[in-house]
């Protein structure tokens, strides 16, 4: 049985969830990105690596085993989701089992912060005394970069209005990059009816016609827009992608 080389990410779903949750409370939702994070984690298993050219080493040692993760080890994601694991489970915080990248911390039976992992990008919900208090925190294990409040997420722009407690998740400019990386920007939006038949039409087409058209580049990018902010597409994108 081999390794474990991923870490554990939030799902996009559980991201606006959450968002909501904390917009409804009138709570501050703070970014922080944490620096080199793959430095971070303790290998649990014996590594060897041959030692960088122009090391100094005792006789002739040309390898050595390796304690620290390094950046292009596989196991280096998921040493330091487990890193940093730790670290906010002694902060008390709580994984949601359905999605190992939500956080919540109670107290007296209720939920009073939530926090979000996106590899190295976290996400703070909660009143500015405790989401200042946890990056305090986690600041004197990691480098932490405070972003302030969220504006911009995995490619999706966060509008927070926290007077009238709404939120807006838009990708337009995500769209916009679209439309140019597929030579669409001169394209005309027409609001087609779909047929009554399941059936899908097969036409056939050449070997040219193909390589021109990344088609599964492009189902792959509107899925993420399914995903991100709009939902409303989700059953055309399940069509074409058939």
Not at 28 to 36: G, P, R, S, W
Not at 60 to 69: P, V
Not at 123 to 150: D, H, I, K, N, Y
Request: charge should be neutral; include cysteine.
């Amino acid at each position: 049985m081999g390794s474990i080389s991923i870490a554990l990410v939030v799902r996009f779903d559980t991201i606006r969830a959450a968002v909501y949750y904390a917009v409804q409370r009138g709570w501050m939702i703070l970014q922080y990105d944490v620096k080199t994070v793959f430095l971070h984690g303790t290998l649990s298993e014996v590594v060897f690596m041959e030692l960088p050219q122009g090391s100094a080493a005792p006789g002739n040692t040309k390898i050595c085993r390796l304690i620290k993760s390094l950046y292009g080890l596989k196991q280096a994601p998921h040493m330091w989701n487990k890193t940093l694991h730790r670290h906010l489970v002694a902060l008390g915080f709580v994984r949601l089992e359905s999605d190992h990248g939500l956080y919540g911390l109670h107290e007296q039976g209720e939920i009073v912060m939530l926090l979000t992992v996106y590899v190295d990008d976290l996400l703070l919900m909660g009143t500015s005394q405790r989401c200042e208090a946890v990056a305090t925190q986690l600041a004197t294990s990691f480098e932490l970069v405070a972003l302030g409040p969220v504006k911009y997420l995995l490619g999706v722009e966060v509008v927070v209005d926290r007077e009238l407690r709404t939120v807006f998740f838009s990708q337009a400019a995500y769209i916009e990059e679209l439309l140019r990386r597929f030579h669409m920007k001169d394209c005309r939006g027409v609001a087609t009816p779909e047929g009554g038949t399941s059936d899908i039409e097969q036409e056939r087409v050449d070997a040219t016609q193909i390589d021109t058209l990344p088609y599964r580049e492009i189902i792959g990018a509107l899925q993420y827009l399914v995903s991100g902010s709009r939902p409303d597409i989700a059953h055309v994108v399940r069509r074409l992608g058939q």
